[in-house]
């Protein structure tokens, strides 16, 4: 991930938690194993774009195959956003997405970016991976 990416990323995280704080929410926590997933998944979407992997299973799975086991678990994908403030705007404005930012059982986050031109055509791959463990 290029130090643009990264930084991205980290905007992207602040201001999430940001509009928890307005909400009442606590705010995310960081999670490193959670990070390779949000990357992977900002990747992966630049092959195939959406909820499903370019090997055919749920973008959920990429969870479990890095460690994570979960209770509660969501996923928020955007392509094409300019900026970290541009795709949080879109995201808080599709229901779907706003859910999962302002889910109250969900205590991690982490944000891929990947900022070239994927087979799609897009121009930015925004991945948003949140985790609840499972406590056994």
Known sequence: ?????????EEVFSLVNDIR??????????LDKLDEVA?????????????T?????RGLTALVENG??????????AAGYRTPADVVN????SEGHRKNILNPDLEYL????????GD???????????YTPRNW
Do not use: D
């Open 1 to 9: 991930m290029t130090a643009t990416e990264k930084a991205y990323c």
């Open 21 to 30: 704080r307005e909400n009442g929410l606590p705010e995310f926590k960081r």
């Open 39 to 51: 990357a992977l998944r900002a990747w992966e979407n630049t092959i195939l774009y959406g909820h």
């Open 53 to 57: 992997r370019p090997n055919g299973n």
């Open 68 to 77: 994570l086991n979960y209770r509660n678990c969501a996923e928020n994908v």
């Open 90 to 93: 879109g995201w808080m404005n």
């Open 110 to 117: 982490r944000v891929g970016c990947y900022l070239e031109k």
């Open 120 to 130: 799609r055509g897009f121009s930015s791959y925004w991945a948003q991976m949140f």
